[in-house]
């Protein structure tokens, strides 16, 4: 095109062959006609700032313009991309691939046209091509020098580091500060240049690949990413600005995001004068009214970005290009304008086909070359995304981001275990494991099934597509998470639209227990391990104790291994808290490696593995259970310590903001997987197993069976000792769980008082003057706080108010107001209505308000003032209480701000939260008991093979490992809110042993190894999908001393 032919261009800059440009045309596609005619230059400048010509004639589209300038790069993800140009009143628009370009641009030779990332999709892994991450990354450079991309320091540091990384290699020294001197990633980057350099330091080994996929990681999770700001009046002509994402229209006040649209939720968008007006679909919890209306500058600006929204809801929520509307035969009625060009499904669906060739193309500013491989063949139907392992950052999150990041300044490294020989030969194995980005631990099992999805599809073209990342049903934490960072990504809930779906948290990453093709095992290998090992139920009995006491190794571990090494390298804690701690844990772990050890070799012999002609005298397990319960009664004086040590340990992050640091920063580890206090409490938890246990045993002998005297022994002496420690256990979870949720909850300064016990936490929606809005309740003997998330840079909730349940009442109130499921709380000074999300969820709020009412009223009295940085909320509910709850506290609770910090995004809070249920206090101790691990076959619903699992189930959630030796979880899946049933047979799945997982659109299935086996998964996750229904009233207990 024109003098693209006699000048060096951007193709033959990045050292692509002449004229091998893939259109961005479907197959059988012709490109449009290029009209004949005067030909006029326009000045295209590129994303690393270099400006080419192209001649176009007068009357050509836009889209040849887009298509030359795509061919040219070699792009054949170009749809992403868009051309941007500022018009005659010095507005920047985007070219119109439908309409001439000379109708666009009235003065060519004055005006410079960017080629930028127009549509940013919610996850950089369904980028196909390294050039397209590469200009993308590109992207993320420009906009954090031009400030448009914000975020702390860490994060902005972290950022500079991967780019440099990409640029110049491995860390040195001094290459690193000549180079940050010569080259200026944001305004006053010499405050910052230490830090980038200690990141820097940590990427060895990283290719520019994997730079740029690292970089986009923690770029999509800061909130402004991708975000282009218009500003706005909303009715009240309070100043805001509208962007507009891959998830729907978002409102900010100056950076903040204080509300989002889901495209779910949206009718219509339309546009009238200089009003901007957005329908809503009814929903019955919606606190809006059906039409929401947004005064902008002028008509352009608003029709501009009327535009802008037409485009990305058509490229990220249809299957195909939309059909041109007929042209009226007299008169026209509102704007034709249309999306021209692919879908993102369209797109995704065209790179996995293949058939385009791979061509090298070379990094202007790097100095070590990433050359896209020549070897692939166009039959390969293979990605060239870097694998890594499942982090959750989460959540996350994500925003679990920077935003809602548990661990803001930390990358999810790359670990390239592949398929098989599906591997880029530009990506390596970085030495390093990856830091999270998100605090959750792990990424959600949802997220593995997306990208499971993704790599069935390229190997089986035929087969149907995946997901094109529309955002309408998956239940993303994290994100967990810790998406996270922070999780949960929240995609596809059903949400009010008044709340932040988080969808930045929640991102399909790729484990590599979905990579690694041992984890498939055939029919015929089940077949031959079934025939091979014994039947018998009590042998199923005892490898419970063997696989469960694995778990339990690990978990004491936590403390005695990774806890105590962390600890030795900090100054941070003092002496004799350090001795407390790891003295009554150290002799714990020493007894029980000797415990595994022998119940393994007992499971040898049993299985006929060792000694096969003696191993009938071995065909049980009581014996082993006796000996070893009698000598854990010599460890019951460390046991009875560790109440002291969660005082002690409590109490000196209380006094020492170090150690508060240390702690925080610990629990953010992958190895961490639960809340550090609740590893103190293990040891604990333990002895409940072990009588569960021999009561099943003792159960299933007949008296007169071989092992029957044995385990009746060691049913009555780990009873005894359950016994003696249960009152003790009983405290120390209350004084636990209170210490959790203090973690979760800004605002609050005094939760964890004597005597106080919490009793239900869940998601209600509260009645205001503006209609419902979600809420999160933390309901204890004396009180009920109330809380909302999504306005602070943490994963924390913010407490807006509390009632006092000394002389409360509670009423049933759906006729009053109109709402199903609906409660008035009347307390002596405020009354607030709240509604359930379901019939079952109202009784048992209803059931638990009510008995901590009957407690309150036994007490002494009012509770104490609660709350640090809000003052009471004392409106009724017919007041407009809604707007100084959410907007109004971004000042209010500066203080409370400016403490903030990362904070794990998979806690079951946050699950509650996005799930819309709840959960109470007799619903933990249930979970305590119901703790199982063992090797599961997991299938998802659209795959063939069974992948075999290291599967831990606690604390309401499955975590999965590729092995019982791996020291931290690769991926983990919040059950609360699931489903459990058995498939049907219609579902085709014809195993035995198989029990199936289905949350919306999730659906998982699980195969066990035996019918008991299968049994004891179906009893522990059944108390987790349903809450047990409270069949006593909880009476109330001493007060606790702490």
């Known amino acids: ?37 005067k030909l006029i230059s326009i000045k295209i400048q590129m994303l690393d700032d270099t400006q080419e010509t192209f001649d176009v004639p007068q009357r050509a589209p836009g889209k040849v313009l887009h298509d030359a300038v795509c061919n040219h790069l070699n792009l054949v993800e170009g749809d992403y991309f868009g051309l941007e140009f500022p018009d005659h009143k010095k507005m920047m628009v985007w070219l119109d691939l439908l309409k001439p370009v000379m109708k666009q641009i ?48 860490t994060s902005t540091a972290l950022l500079i580091s991967h780019i440099v990384q990409s640029e110049i290699g491995d860390f040195d020294e001094t290459i690193d500060r000549e180079h940050l001197a010569k080259n200026k990633y944001i305004p006053q980057q010499e405050a910052l240049e230490d830090k980038i350099m200690e990141f820097h330091r940590s990427h060895m080994g990283q290719t520019p690949a994997e730079s740029d996929f690292q970089l986009l990681e923690i770029a999509r999770r800061l909130e402004m990413y991708g975000i282009r700001l218009h500003p706005a009046k909303d009715r009240e002509g309070t100043k805001i600005n509208l962007a507009v994402a891959n998830t729907g229209i978002l409102v900010f006040q100056g950076h903040t995001k204080i509300n989002a649209f889901n495209w779910a939720k949206v009718r219509k968008l339309s546009f009238k004068r200089k009003r901007f007006l957005i329908k809503l679909r009814p929903d019955v919890n919606s606190s809006f009214q059906d039409t929401l209306e947004f005064l902008m500058a002028s008509r352009d600006f608003c029709k501009s970005f009327w535009k802008i929204c037409v485009e990305h809801h058509a490229f990220f929520r249809l299957f195909e290009e939309p059909k041109p509307k007929p042209k009226p035969v007299l008169f026209s009625r509102g704007s034709s304008f249309r999306f021209s060009g692919r879908t993102q499904k369209q797109v995704l669906d065209y790179v996995k086909e293949g058939g385009h060739k791979k061509v090298q193309f070379e990094r202007k500013h790097s100095k070590i070359h990433s050359i896209r491989s020549l070897s692939a063949q166009p039959s390969e139907q293979h990605t060239e995304v870097p694998k890594q392992s499942s982090s959750f950052a989460c959540g996350d999150d994500s925003d679990a981001a920077a935003v809602q990041s548990s661990r803001q300044g930390k990358e999810l490294k790359a670990s390239t275990e592949d398929t098989g020989q599906h591997k880029s030969p530009s990506l390596k194995k970085s030495p390093k494991e990856g830091r999270k980005v998100d605090g959750a631990v792990v990424s959600t099992v949802e997220e593995e099934e997306e990208a499971a999805k993704d790599r069935m599809q390229q190997n089986r073209p035929q087969s149907q597509q995946p997901s094109t990342g529309s955002l309408t049903g998956s239940p993303h934490l994290s994100e967990l998470s810790i998406n996270s960072q922070g999780g949960p990504s929240v995609a596809n809930m059903s949400l009010s639209p008044n709340l932040s779906p988080d969808a930045k948290q929640s991102s399909p990453l790729i484990s590599p227990l979905l990579n690694d093709p041992s984890c498939i095992r055939t029919e015929e290998e089940e077949e031959v391990k079934r025939k091979r090992f014994p039947t018998e139920k009590a042998y199923f009995i005892a490898k419970e104790v063997a696989t469960t006491e694995r778990t339990y190794l690990k978990d004491l571990e936590v403390i005695t291994s990774w806890f105590q090494s962390a600890v030795s390298k900090e100054d941070c804690m003092p002496e004799t808290l350090r001795n407390l701690i790891f003295s009554n844990f150290e002799p714990l772990h020493k007894f029980h490696t000797g415990f595994l050890k022998e119940i393994e070799q007992r499971l040898a012999l049993w299985e006929g593995r060792s000694n096969a002609h003696i191993k009938g005298d071995y065909q049980r397990i009581g014996d082993v259970m006796l000996k070893n319960i009698q000598s854990m009664k010599q460890l019951t004086i460390h046991l009875w310590k560790h109440n002291e040590i969660l005082i002690e340990l409590e109490n000196g992050i209380k006094n020492s903001r170090k150690l508060e640091t240390f702690c925080r920063d610990f629990e953010l580890q992958k190895v961490c997987y ?339 086996t299968f049994e004891r998964w179906m009893e522990v996750i059944r108390s987790a999908t349903s809450s047990a229904s409270r069949t006593r009233a909880l009476s109330h207990k001493e007060p606790h001393t702490y």
């Open 1 to 37: 095109m024109g003098e693209t032919e006699q000048r060096p261009t951007a193709g033959s800059r990045l050292g692509a062959q002449e004229n091998a440009g893939i259109s961005t045309l479907e197959h059988g596609q012709k490109p449009p006609m290029t009209p004949p005619g």
């Open 106 to 153: 009235r003065r060519p030779k004055h005006v410079v046209v960017k080629f930028v990332v127009k549509f940013f999709p919610p996850d950089h892994a369904q980028l196909q091509e390294e050039l397209t991450r590469y200009l993308f990354a590109l992207q993320v450079k420009q906009d954090l020098a031009q400030g448009r991309l914000t975020c702390n320091d």
């Open 674 to 1012: 639960l809340p550090l206090n609740t590893f103190l409490l293990r040891p604990l938890h333990r002895l409940m197993h072990y009588k569960q246990i021999m009561e099943r045993l003792c159960k299933h002998y007949p008296p007169s069976h071989i092992d029957f005297r044995d385990s009746r022994a060691a049913l009555a002496e780990i009873s005894e000792m359950v016994a003696q420690l249960h009152g003790n256990m009983i405290k120390m979870e209350n004084f636990q769980k209170l210490h959790e949720l203090k973690k979760d909850l800004i605002g609050i300064d005094n939760l964890v008082i004597p005597g106080r016990e919490f009793i239900r936490l869940g998601s209600l929606s509260k009645l205001s003057g503006k209609g419902l809005q979600q809420r999160m309740f933390f309901l204890f003997n004396d009180i009920l706080l109330y809380t909302s998330r999504g306005l602070t840079a943490s994963n924390q909730f913010k407490v807006h108010g509390h009632l006092p349940l000394y002389g409360m009442t509670i009423e049933e109130s759906e006729e009053e107001w109109g709402v199903p499921h609906c409660l008035t709380l009347r307390g002596q000074h405020q009354s607030i209505v709240v509604a359930a999300s379901t019939h079952a969820e109202m009784d048992k709020w209803t059931e638990d308000v009510q008995m901590a009412i009957d407690l309150a009223e036994k007490s002494s009295g009012p509770v104490p003032e609660l709350l640090a940085s809000s003052p009471p909320d004392n409106k009724s509910p017919d007041e407009t209480t809604v707007d100084q709850e959410s907007e109004d506290d971004l000042s209010a609770s500066r203080t409370s701000l400016e403490r903030q910090s990362p904070h794990r995004g998979n806690t079951t809070v946050h699950v509650c939260w996005h799930r819309n249920t709840s959960v109470s206090m007799i619903d933990f101790s249930i979970a305590v008991e119901n703790q199982l691990s063992g090797n599961l076959l997991r299938k998802f619903k659209n795959s063939n093979g069974w992948q075999k699992l290291w599967v831990v189930f606690t604390n309401f959630c499955m975590f999965f490992y590729k092995s019982h030796q791996d020291n931290h979880p690769l991926a983990s899946l919040p059950l609360l809110g699931y489903s459990l049933t058995i498939p049907s047979e219609s579902e085709n799945i014809h195993k035995d042993y198989v029990f199936k997982l289905h949350f919306k659109s999730h659906v998982y299935y699980f195969r066990a190894e035996s019918e008991y």
